[in-house]
């Protein structure tokens, strides 16, 4: 896809998402630099990077403005908690990572004149009322809500990009990620897969909300990253917002059950508990744009995904 080795900075590259990320660049030949401030990354995704002469590893966070002496031809922003767990934990810190924190990787970009990525969400359409969500589609976000921090943040982030688009001439590309899971998972992360994947592996209940008919679609790391560098790297100048997900639907029961079932050996069940304000009934992407633009599409089926991501989990617990 990308011809040219570049110098490359990722931001939240200790994170699930980045420390992937990172070795898909270092590997495809570029010199990346991974900035984090390990709020929630960890250097353990990226011990095996450390060392490497193309990888630079920086501590910082992006809420402080950034400086890298070196030239960048790509920045990749996806610096920002992505559980409800996680980002509900400090909401103040995470609008802050996403609008602060946006500004500083924008200003940076217009300093190096370097191509910038936004990871921005599924959580912008909120409780959604279309279905499957298409990026035309505006949402439905409670704004005042607990999980406002991170939806609206997220949605101000892509206001930002647009504006410095057409304002100050910086070249965006916009991703919306939908529901992802794979190794490097924080074991306390608090998402559907990696919680059943846990508390199977330690005995204890799955807990679902609600009655678990509530749906959504998940896609694998790897398909992920495929999608997120194409998106970097498309000829055709598309800009977005891309829908970048798995248009297979699963009810969140569903997957509990899954999760079982490649783990025989656990003696855990499925506890029912009450439904999280604002959580959405069903999510899934509408990725026709994505197919004809970028032509990606996820690739590794649910189970061979789960189960990759179980043997993970195995090794860390």
């Known amino acids: 896809m990308n011809p040219l080795h570049m110098n490359i900075l990722v931001t939240g590259g200790a994170g699930f998402i980045g420390s992937h990320l990172c070795k898909k660049l270092i590997e495809g030949g570029d010199r990346v630099f991974c900035l984090d ?17 193309n990888f630079s590893f920086i501590e910082h966070d992006v809420i402080r403005p950034i400086a890298v002496r070196d030239s960048i031809d790509q920045i990749y922003n996806l610096a920002c908690p992505a559980s409800p767990f996680h980002y509900q934990k400090d909401p103040i810190q995470t609008i802050k990572t996403s609008v602060i924190g946006t500004i500083n990787v924008l200003e940076l970009a217009k300093e190096k004149g370097a191509t910038v990525l936004q990871a921005s969400t599924s959580e912008v359409y909120g409780d959604p009322h279309e279905h499957p969500q298409k990026e035309t589609y505006f949402g439905n976000v409670n704004p005042i809500g607990p999980r406002a ?28 990620i939908f529901n992802t899971y794979g190794p490097n998972m924080h074991p306390d992360d608090g998402r559907v897969v990696s919680n059943f994947i846990v508390r199977a592996l330690k005995g204890e209940s799955l807990t679902v909300y609600g009655d678990g008919s509530q749906t959504r679609s998940f896609q694998y790391i790897d398909d992920l990253v495929e999608g997120i560098v194409r998106m970097m790297n498309n ?62 599409e996820p690739k590794i089926p649910l189970e061979e995904g789960i189960k990759r991501t179980v043997e993970y989990f195995k090794m860390m617990i």
Request: proline share 7%; hydrophobic share 35%; charged share 25%.
């Open 235 to 296: 000829r055709k100048d598309i800009v977005g917002p891309v829908n970048l997900g798995n248009p297979e639907e699963h009810t969140v029961k569903a997957i509990a059950n899954i999760v079982l079932s490649l783990i025989p050996e656990s003696k855990s069940g499925i506890a029912f508990g009450p439904f999280p304000p604002d959580d959405p009934m069903h999510r899934r992407p509408h990725i026709s744009l994505a197919k004809k633009e970028l032509g990606w």
């Open 37 to 53: 401030n390990l709020h929630t990354g960890s250097k353990e995704n990226i011990a095996n990077l450390i060392g490497s002469e």
């Open 149 to 176: 921090c991170y939806d609206e943040g997220k949605r101000c982030a892509e206001t930002l990009f647009f504006d410095y688009a057409r304002s100050e001439g910086v070249k965006i590309r916009v991703v919306r």
